[in-house]
């Protein structure tokens, strides 16, 4: 069982930034980490993801060039840095992990999710 902990969602209007930080409870470095997304209405959606070694990296075409994932393995943390923030970014951020996030198939372990909320 892994156990989740995302922090850093708020409100900002729109072409500010926001950090994300998700630590992990164990088990860190076996898994690939991701971040997924769900406004109000909408499905989940995928937003960023890592691999264990940080070597592949992978974005929603919504959010490349805005938004970087990054991992930092003796922390148990993983951070994604949002830019140039826009209303459409408003959701509930949630961070995951699994083994086959970049194979398409579902997180095995969710966190509980942080609001994020962009004003024009």
């Known amino acids: 069982q892994v156990h989740l902990s995302e922090s850093g969602g708020g409100l900002v209007q729109a072409g500010g930034s926001l950090r994300l930080s998700c630590v992990a409870s164990s088990m860190f470095e076996v898994y690939t980490l991701a971040w997924f997304r769900q406004s109000p209405g909408q499905e989940r959606e995928f937003v960023a993801a890592?691999?264990?070694?940080?070597?592949?990296?992978q974005y929603a075409d919504s959010v490349k060039g805005r938004f970087t994932i990054s991992r930092v393995n003796g922390k148990d943390t993983v951070y994604l840095q949002m830019n140039n923030l826009k209303p459409e970014d408003t959701a509930v951020y949630y961070c995951?992990?699994?083994?086959?996030?970049?194979?398409?198939?579902?997180?095995?372990?969710w966190g509980q999710g942080t609001q994020v909320t962009v004003t024009n």
């Open positions: 995951a992990t699994g083994v086959y996030i970049f194979s398409n198939l579902p997180p095995d372990f």
């Open positions: 890592i691999s264990r070694t940080g070597e592949r990296i």
